[in-house]
């Protein structure tokens, strides 16, 4: 199955294996990412990882087919993330 847009949460060593190995594959989905760290965010668009490098997470994964969480985390920070990101693709009626 291939998707056409990919979002990676986290952009540490989970996120560059996985985006250089779609490259690798020929894979040509665009691909954004988000890290909370703004170094991290930095080096990320310094080292070429992802296509677009986001500031925030909402922007991050707006447009994405396919969301990768790269990160390990406690169940406390993932229910919070999981929570926000729920908020941020099932907005309130108005």
């Known amino acids: 199955m ?3 847009r990919v979002a990676f949460v986290g952009l540490g060593l989970i996120a560059s294996s996985m985006f250089w190995a779609m ?3 020929g894979m040509g989905a665009h691909v954004t990412g988000y890290a909370r760290s703004e170094q991290t965010r930095a080096t ?5 990882l ?3 490098v986001c500031d ?3 922007s991050a994964v707006r447009a994405a087919r396919r969301i990768w969480w790269c990160f ?3 169940w406390g920070r993932w ?3 999981w929570l926000s ?3 941020i693709s099932n907005p309130a009626p108005r």
């Open 50 to 52: 992802c296509d677009t």
């Open 72 to 74: 390990a985390c406690r």
């Open 2 to 4: 291939s998707y056409d």
């Open 44 to 48: 990320a668009r310094e080292i070429g």
């Open 23 to 25: 490259r690798r594959a």
């Open 56 to 58: 925030d997470l909402a």
């Open 79 to 81: 229910a919070r993330l």
């Open 85 to 87: 990101w729920h908020r």
